[in-house]
């Protein structure tokens, strides 16, 4: 829900960038979290594994008012499509930026795997 984002967004006021993520991505890998803090440029980040963009995204101040002021029925994303020509896509060796953990089923299996720890 966008509410959400749109809490921590407001909460971090006074960050000039921004990274969030959704709940159920957890194999994301700390190196890659540190390599978007660290990125210089760009108003919109997005981490990419393969060909394939993920989470979590890193966005500017300006970016993070414009979701904070989108109305409660809006996507996130569609917030961050219409910045597509300022987005920096960073190339990671990190498939956890796309592995979503869903269902029962999903998280079962990646306590199995012992990628949850």
């Known amino acids: 829900m966008i509410t959400s984002l749109q809490s921590g967004l407001a909460a971090c006021a ?14 994301v890998k700390r190196a890659t ?10 108003e919109l980040v997005m981490p990419c594994y393969k060909g394939h963009c993920g989470h979590p995204v890193r966005v500017s101040r300006a970016i993070a008012n414009e979701l904070i002021a989108a109305p409660a029925h809006a996507q996130a994303r569609e917030v961050l499509k219409s910045h597509r020509s300022q987005t920096h896509l960073l190339a990671v060796n990190d498939p956890g930026i796309r592995r979503d953990v869903d269902t029962p089923e999903q998280y079962a299996a990646l306590l199995r795997s012992g990628a949850a720890k």
Not at 14 to 27: G, I, K, N, R, S
Not at 33 to 42: I, K, M, P, S, W
């Open 33 to 42: 979290v540190e390599r978007l803090a660290t990125v210089r440029h760009g």
């Open 14 to 27: 006074m960050a000039e960038h921004v990274l969030f993520t959704p709940v159920d991505l957890p194999q």
